[in-house]
């Protein structure tokens, strides 16, 4: 039990100072690049972040187990957008880009929409892999010529010219970061279930909870950290950028290996309110073009409703 509790307390290090330096390394590599740090967040740090899921939905498809791989990312896309873009928020009111309202957000809600659509037949099949797949080329196509078309960002940044040359320094910081996310996460999550059991708390609970949530840290973690430090670019980059990854490449590669059984319950339940919330941050984010505490505080509220709910 101390041990398990020493890890704990090792993992959520891990996950903070991981944060700290995949977030630097990332909006000084955008910096130096002359790139929106928003295609950062999109694309590296979403692709780091949503590795658990990728894991954990892979491991479940081989172990025969598909249906977990499908309520794994549909969880999580509810709770990245809920749990951590609202506490985000709560934490740390976000400005949030007009183009993101009008291109990024609605890339999103089409990935979202798509997989209900494709899961309406009771499961997805290799050719939905496929396509899916194609999606995931096309959104990292459009992340690719969107950050050609952007150079401005770089003459209003106030940055140091020696720390925006550094380029190769910045990738070792990502690199870094993505391995302190991964270990600290995994730490976490281990040592949370230990104690957990040893305190007699149910396998169902701790897996709706703990492993559920386990998967979204890195995110939590890494949007925190940017909406902290006054990226808030960053921070609604990567959970947008996860929750389309998160289908286009977690969903469309696994679905590809096996078939993705989705049962009755979680196309009438979980797939729609994942469109739901993807849908609610929409409106949330035109009222202002930004996510403050009021905002934020409705997006947990509703995850927190979610999860009493599926516990009841």
């Known amino acids: 039990m101390i041990t398990a509790s020493i890890l704990l307390i ?7 100072y991981g944060a700290e330096f995949l977030v630097k390394g990332s909006s000084l590599l955008a910096l130096s690049f002359g790139i929106r740090p928003l295609v950062i967040g999109m694309t590296v740090v979403a692709f780091a972040t949503s590795m ?84 995931l080329i096309t959104f990292l ?25 550094s380029q190769r320094r910045n990738f070792v910081l990502i690199l870094i970061g993505i391995a302190g996310l991964g270990f600290g996460a995994e730490l976490m999550v281990r040592s949370a279930v230990f104690i957990a059991r040893h305190c007699g708390i149910s396998d169902v609970i701790i897996g709706v909870t703990v492993v559920a949530l386990g998967t979204s840290l890195p995110e939590l973690a890494a949007s925190t ?11 609604v980059g990567n959970v947008i950028g996860s929750n389309i990854f998160n289908i286009f490449f977690v969903l469309g590669f696994c679905s590809l290996v096996r078939p ?18 993807s849908l609610a941050l929409w409106p949330l984010v035109k ?15 509703g995850y ?7 516990l009841l």
């Open 141 to 165: 196509g459009y992340c690719f010529f969107s950050s050609r078309q952007v150079q401005a960002y770089l003459e209003d940044a106030p940055v140091e010219t020696n720390q925006v040359t």
């Open 287 to 301: 009222r202002r073009l930004r996510l403050g505490r009021t905002e934020g505080g409705l997006l947990l509220l």
């Open 225 to 235: 950290v940017s909406a902290l430090k006054g990226e808030p670019d960053l921070s």
């Open 260 to 277: 993705i059984t989705i049962e009755p319950g979680v196309l009438s339940y979980e797939l729609p309110l994942m469109l739901f919330f």
């Open 52 to 135: 658990p899921e990728m894991m954990v939905s892979l491991n479940a498809v081989l172990k025969g187990s598909s249906n977990l791989a499908a309520g794994n990312v549909i969880g999580s896309n509810i709770a990245n957008i809920g749990l951590i873009l609202g506490a985000t928020a709560l934490l740390a009111p976000m400005a949030v880009a007009r183009g993101t309202l009008v291109r990024e957000i609605p890339i999103m809600l089409i990935a979202s929409l798509a997989v209900f659509l494709m899961s309406l037949d009771g499961q997805l099949g290799r050719l939905d892999g496929f396509f899916l797949l194609v999606g």
């Open 10 to 16: 090792a993992g959520l290090a891990l996950l903070y």
């Open 304 to 310: 927190l409703a979610f999860i009493t709910y599926y």
